[in-house]
């Protein structure tokens, strides 16, 4: 597919995605992290869309797991946990050594990212707060919001694919 046949559909697929997370159980702002992550996945993929008979489904399904995979996820560890806490759930020295070695390896991430990014990262995974609130705080866009904390997480994601595959 295209760019420009790509922003062109780009709207409808943005509102189908935002659409089935909220059916499925999202709040706006979950709906809206996931809207943007579903096209961002989806412009990576562009060039191979041609396949699909529904692009809107592609959409819908994309989001409809997205939110249950962060369903999943939800109750885990905040990005900023107490390291005793942490560590007290490993069963052997050896998890205890490379639970440690992963909060280093972590936290070190953060702070390579952008200021902002890392700020931003950190008022909505830590201190739980909405992208208006963050927005209003920062005195930026709501959509700067949204697009500097899909920076943060790509650029994390990135780091723990590298890391994985050594």
Do not use: C
């Not at 992208?131 to 959509?143: D, P, R, S, V, W």
């Amino acid at each position: 597919m295209e760019e420009s046949a790509f922003e062109q559909i780009a709207p409808q697929l943005r509102e189908k995605a935002l659409g089935t997370s909220l059916k499925y159980g999202a709040d706006n702002m979950q709906a809206e992290d996931i809207a943007q992550d579903v096209m961002v996945r989806l412009w990576q993929i562009r060039h191979d869309l041609g396949r699909y008979r529904s692009l809107e489904a592609v959409a819908a399904q994309a989001a409809k797991h997205l939110l249950f995979n962060l369903r999943r996820r939800e109750g885990t560890l905040p990005l900023q946990e107490d390291t005793a806490t942490a560590t007290a759930t490993a069963y052997s020295p050896e998890d205890q050594f490379e639970e440690s070695e992963n909060e280093a390896w972590l936290q070190q991430r953060l702070k390579s990212l952008p200021d902002t990014q890392y700020l931003i990262l950190h008022m909505r995974q830590v201190e739980n707060k909405s992208g208006k609130e963050i927005a209003a705080t920062l005195g930026i866009a709501e959509t700067s919001v949204r697009t500097l904390l899909a920076k943060a997480r790509k650029a994390l994601l990135e780091d723990i694919r590298k890391r994985d595959t050594r």
